[in-house]
């Protein structure tokens, strides 16, 4: 089983930093891609920031040049360092991530997919 945990949020006021971190356990194999997504009040689930394996990375237009996406492959830990942050980024903080886990079974040992998402955690920026 696969679990995310998110940590990081918090209050903070317009024009500062907060770096969110991610948390990947179970018997991982390898993590191919980590996203970091945020539900407004009353809006829907949008994509913020995407790292693949080969680093390519992609970011929302309206969070480029303040977000960056990155993850520490030894520790199975994904970042999200947001500086310079707006009201309109406040919301729920959620971590994705998919890639293989070791399964075992009593017919044997298996390589099996995962795509896993985290609790969430709170971000609010206040004016």
């Known amino acids: 089983q696969v679990q995310l945990v998110e940590s990081g949020g918090g209050l903070v006021q317009a024009g500062e930093s907060l770096k969110l971190s991610c948390v990947v356990s179970?018997?991982?194999?390898?993590?191919?891609?980590m996203a970091w997504f945020r539900q407004a009040p009353g809006k829907q689930r949008e994509l913020v920031a995407g790292?693949?394996?080969?680093?390519?990375?992609n970011y929302a237009d309206s969070v480029k040049g303040r977000f960056t996406i990155s993850r520490d492959n030894g520790k199975n830990t994904g970042y999200l360092q947001m500086n310079n942050l707006k009201p309109e980024d406040t919301g729920v903080y959620y971590c994705?991530?998919?890639?293989?886990?070791?399964?075992?079974?009593?017919?044997?040992?298996?390589?099996?997919?995962?795509?896993?998402w985290g609790q969430g955690t709170q971000v609010t920026v206040s004016s």
């Open positions: 994705n991530a998919n890639g293989t886990v070791r399964q075992i079974r009593i017919s044997g040992a298996y390589t099996v997919p995962f795509g896993s």
């Open positions: 179970g018997h991982i194999l390898n993590i191919d891609a």
């Open positions: 790292l693949t394996t080969g680093s390519s990375t």
